[in-house]
C-alpha cells in the first residue's frame, strides 16, 4: 500500500481507540491522558470556545483548570476517522450540546511520531446554534 492509502482498516481503529481514550480522559479529569494525547510542543495547537491554547503549556494548564464530568456532550451526532497512510489522521465529531440549542463540533489532527506514537498536533471546538445537515 502506497504512504497515502486512506482509512486502512486498523489504522482507523487504532485512532478510534486512541479518540475514545482520550473521551473518557475528558469526563475522568484524568490528566495525565489528556497531556499525553497531545503533541508536547510550543506548536501543538486546542482552540475551544474560551480559550486559545497555543502551545503544550497553555493547553495543560487549561486541563488542570477544567472541572471534570461529561462536559458539554449529551448526544454524538457524527464521527469520522480519516487516515491518510499510516501516519495522518483527522478526527470530526458533531454532537447534541448538552442541555442547550446547539451543535458542537470537535475536530483533531492526529500525527505518528516515531518516537511518541500518535499525538494530536490540532485542535479544535466550536458550537453553532443552527443544526447542520449530516
Same mark, same amino acid.
Given at each position: 500500500?502506497?504512504?497515502?492509502?486512506?482509512?486502512?482498516?486498523?489504522?482507523?481503529?487504532?485512532? !478510534?481507540?486512541? %479518540?475514545?481514550? $482520550?473521551?473518557?480522559?475528558?469526563?475522568?479529569?484524568?490528566?495525565?491522558?489528556?497531556?499525553?494525547? %497531545? /503533541?508536547?510542543?510550543?506548536?501543538?495547537?486546542?482552540?475551544?470556545? &474560551?480559550? &486559545?491554547? $497555543?502551545? %503544550?503549556?497553555?493547553? &495543560?494548564? &487549561?486541563?488542570?483548570?477544567?472541572?471534570?464530568?461529561?462536559?458539554?456532550?449529551?448526544?454524538?451526532?457524527?464521527?469520522?476517522? =480519516?487516515?491518510?497512510?499510516?501516519?495522518?489522521?483527522?478526527?470530526?465529531?458533531? $454532537?447534541?450540546?448538552?442541555?442547550?440549542?446547539?451543535?458542537?463540533?470537535?475536530?483533531?489532527? /492526529? =500525527? !505518528? %511520531?516515531?518516537?511518541?506514537? /500518535?499525538?494530536?498536533?490540532?485542535?479544535? =471546538?466550536?458550537?453553532?446554534?443552527?443544526?447542520? =445537515?449530516?
Amino acid at each position: 500500500m502506497s504512504d497515502r492509502t486512506p482509512n486502512i482498516p486498523e489504522v482507523v481503529e487504532e485512532v !478510534r481507540q486512541l %479518540f475514545e481514550r $482520550y473521551e473518557q480522559a475528558l469526563i475522568d479529569k484524568n490528566v495525565e491522558v489528556l497531556d499525553t494525547t %497531545f /503533541w508536547n510542543s510550543p506548536y501543538a495547537i486546542r482552540l475551544a470556545n &474560551h480559550e &486559545h491554547g $497555543y502551545g %503544550f503549556d497553555r493547553i &495543560h494548564a &487549561h486541563r488542570v483548570a477544567r472541572v471534570p464530568g461529561p462536559g458539554t456532550k449529551e448526544k454524538r451526532l457524527r464521527l469520522d476517522i =480519516v487516515t491518510v497512510g499510516r501516519g495522518i489522521a483527522t478526527v470530526t465529531l458533531v $454532537y447534541k450540546v448538552r442541555g442547550r440549542e446547539m451543535t458542537g463540533r470537535q475536530m483533531q489532527t /492526529w =500525527v !505518528r %511520531f516515531p518516537d511518541a506514537g /500518535w499525538k494530536v498536533i490540532a485542535a479544535h =471546538v466550536s458550537m453553532i446554534g443552527e443544526t447542520p =445537515v449530516l
